[in-house]
């Protein structure tokens, strides 16, 4: 890789010249990688689909529908927020945007406006968030919702829960790329130890919001803060070694995949359990 590829500095052009792919097929391994990831990531949400909805069949006219009234399934009326959780996907959606822009940039040689871009787009991910943790406070301690409590209870949390992991994940990562362009492959130790510190501070925040939202064992919570915290440092710690073997545009663009296929299963979520 050469040094002009390597600073990112680069227009559009030199990035497709100096760029080369790493497989036979012509397409960079990292690419190929995150496919394979997202295909079986996509066959474990369809699972999880197609249970929702044979259990939803199943129960025919007792299942809480939006918007009516269903006593014997233990809720009434249906809690789901549909309006909040609809600016909740525009924003999402809106995400999605950004994150072409900050492809955009980054091709264009602008790493500036990319770093930008990925910032806007790792804000939106984190709204999203803070408006589903909102709203799962709500069913939980003001409307009575628990997994326990019914099918309905429990394939909400699931689905959205699930999903939801995906989304903080994303957000994680998109701020590790973020910080790691800017920071280059061989930035100043210094980085290394704030994001440790970031790491430890965003494990020890995950572990006290799954606990005053979500009213989990400690332990457990414990198990979910620091797995994300790890997430952040290893993000960093790996996209700083793949900016010696890689040009920062794939990165993105790789990146990129992975936020917009959340962003797609979130579509089709949302239709699923709040629309229909």
Not at 55 to 77: D, S, Y
Not at 127 to 148: A, C, R, S, V, W
């Amino acid at each position: 890789m050469s040094e002009l590829a390597l600073h990112h500095d680069v227009e559009v052009g030199e990035v497709l010249e100096h760029s080369h792919a790493d497989t036979s097929t012509g397409i960079w391994s990292g690419k190929i990688f995150m496919w394979l990831f997202l295909c079986q990531d996509a066959l474990a949400f369809f699972g999880l689909f197609a249970a929702y909805l044979s259990v939803r069949i199943g129960a025919g006219e007792i299942w809480p529908a939006p918007g009516m009234t269903h006593p014997a399934a233990g809720i009434e009326p249906n809690p789901l927020n549909i309006n909040l959780t609809a600016v909740n996907t525009f924003i999402l959606i809106c995400s999605s945007v950004t994150m072409v822009q900050s492809l955009k940039s980054i091709t264009s040689g602008d790493k500036k406006n990319m770093t930008r871009w990925l910032i806007a787009t790792a804000i939106g991910g984190a709204i999203f968030m803070g408006i589903q943790f909102t709203e799962y406070n709500k069913l939980i301690h003001h409307e009575g919702l628990k997994m326990p409590h019914s099918l309905f209870d429990a394939t909400f949390f699931i689905l959205t829960g699930f999903h939801g992991m995906h989304v903080l994940a994303g957000v994680v990562y998109l701020s590790a790329l973020a910080i790691a362009a800017n920071v280059g492959p061989y930035g100043k130790r210094k980085w290394d130890l704030v994001i440790l510190v970031a790491s430890v501070a965003l494990a020890f925040g995950i572990r006290q919001a799954i606990i005053t939202f979500f009213s989990l064992d400690t332990l457990l919570a414990s198990i979910i803060g620091t797995l994300y915290g790890a997430l952040l440092l290893s993000m960093f710690m790996g996209l700083k070694w793949l900016m010696k073997k890689s040009d920062l545009p794939r990165l993105v663009e790789v990146a990129g995949l992975y936020w917009h296929f959340v962003d797609l299963i979130w579509i089709i979520l949302f239709t699923l359990v709040y629309l229909i």
